[in-house]
């Protein structure tokens, strides 16, 4: 049973960093691509960011670009997602997950999900 588990999340001003985290077990992580997705209250979970399963690749959301960085530790089983420059828009809890890409863009491998880290952006 695949585990994730996100940390990293805070109150924060605008124009301030957080360094998101995600631990992941029950699945041979370097195999995987991973990514993020964040939920802002009233509002469907959507892509934030992804990284290929040797970390060569990356893909962005539009309105983070340049904003927001995706790495991964495959020794650690560990995705990260550095948000520089944070705006009140970015306010959402965030998740990971596998993920895989297909017509309709990137999406979840697992329909499970972990309890996700809260991100809040004052402005």
């Known amino acids: 049973q695949v585990q994730l588990v996100e940390s990293g999340g805070g109150l924060v001003q605008a124009g301030g960093s957080l360094r998101l985290s995600c631990a992941a077990s029950?699945?041979?992580?370097?195999?995987?691509?991973w990514g993020w997705f964040r939920q802002a209250p009233g509002k469907e979970r959507g892509f934030v960011a992804a990284?290929?399963?040797?970390?060569?690749?990356?893909s962005y959301l539009d309105s983070v670009k340049g904003r927001f960085t995706i790495s991964r530790d495959n020794a650690k089983n560990t995705v990260y997602l550095q948000m520089n420059s944070l705006k009140p828009e970015d306010t959402a809890v965030y998740y990971c997950n596998a993920v895989s890409r297909t017509d309709g863009g990137w999406q979840a491998e697992d329909d499970s999900w972990g309890q996700g880290t809260q991100v809040t952006v004052s402005s």
């Open positions: 029950g699945r041979t992580f370097s195999s995987y691509a």
């Open positions: 990284i290929s399963w040797g970390g060569i690749s990356t």
